[in-house]
């Protein structure tokens, strides 16, 4: 059974620097795309970005274009997503989540971690 | 991007009735549409993916239909377990998610 476990979230300052983990386990990691997914408090699902497999391909939503950055060590089954720059609107439950399909990145997700939750407040 | 519009926001059925939830792209997805529930506190569950196609493990009474534009999915008899909000997703040109259909208890 496919697993994913988000951890490095936190309460932050306006501007600065947060980076989280997911660790996947229970299927191949370097077949598939991972995603990061967030939901502000009492709001909707919001796509963050995407990486490919190998991790030689990844894109961003505009939202945090330039001041976020995903990763990947599949080496160590694990995907990351740096944030810079942080604002109050960054403030979410984020969500790693697999791709249903192999190799490519615009599939469903059919499995999500549990969430690590993010609050930027001053 | 596309703009994935859903509704209504929320919907008051009550249990053993048939629900019907609808999701509208800015422009035309072919069958690149998904559907998630998500209860309080959890991740979101893929329900159905290619606009009609059942996760494993997802009961008989969901189902989708649509292209193009238009998108419905129908929980033919609610059960308690299926008050929850529900997101379309559109997978087509990136990915973007609707904003939702909170289904309650009448």
């Known amino acids: 059974q496919a697993q994913l476990v988000e951890s490095g979230g936190g309460v932050v300052q306006p501007g600065t620097s947060l980076r989280l983990s997911c660790v996947a386990s229970?299927?191949?990691?370097?077949?598939?795309?991972l995603h990061w997914v967030r939901q502000a408090p009492g709001k909707g699902l919001e796509w963050v970005a995407v990486?490919?497999?190998?991790?030689?391909?990844?894109r961003n939503a505009e939202s945090v274009k330039g001041r976020f950055t995903i990763s990947r060590d599949n080496s160590r089954n694990t995907v990351y997503l740096q944030m810079n720059t942080m604002r109050d609107d960054d403030t979410a439950v984020y969500y790693c989540?697999?791709?249903?399909?192999?190799?490519?990145?615009?599939?469903?997700?059919?499995?999500w971690g549990q969430g690590t939750r993010v609050t930027v407040s001053s | 991007e596309i703009v994935m519009t859903q509704s209504p926001a929320t919907l008051s059925v009550s249990p053993g009735e048939r629900a019907t939830l609808s999701c509208r792209a800015s422009?035309?997805?072919?069958?690149?549409l998904s559907w998630y529930q998500q209860k309080p506190g959890q991740a979101p569950r893929l329900l159905i993916y290619?606009?009609?196609t059942r996760a494993t493990g997802i009961p008989a009474r969901f189902s989708g239909s649509g292209s193009g534009t238009e998108f419905t999915l129908t929980i033919s008899s609610l059960q308690s377990e299926d008050f929850a909000v529900y997101y379309c997703?559109?997978?087509?040109?990136?990915?973007?998610f609707g904003g939702g259909t909170k289904v309650e208890i009448k």
């Open positions: 989540a697999r791709c249903l399909g192999t190799f490519g990145e615009l599939f469903p997700f059919d499995y």
């Open positions: 229970g299927f191949t990691f370097s077949k598939y795309a």
């Open positions: 990486i490919s497999h190998d991790g030689r391909t990844e």
């Open positions: 422009q035309s997805i072919s069958s690149y």
């Open positions: 290619g606009a009609s």
């Open positions: 997703q559109q997978y087509d040109n990136w990915l973007t």
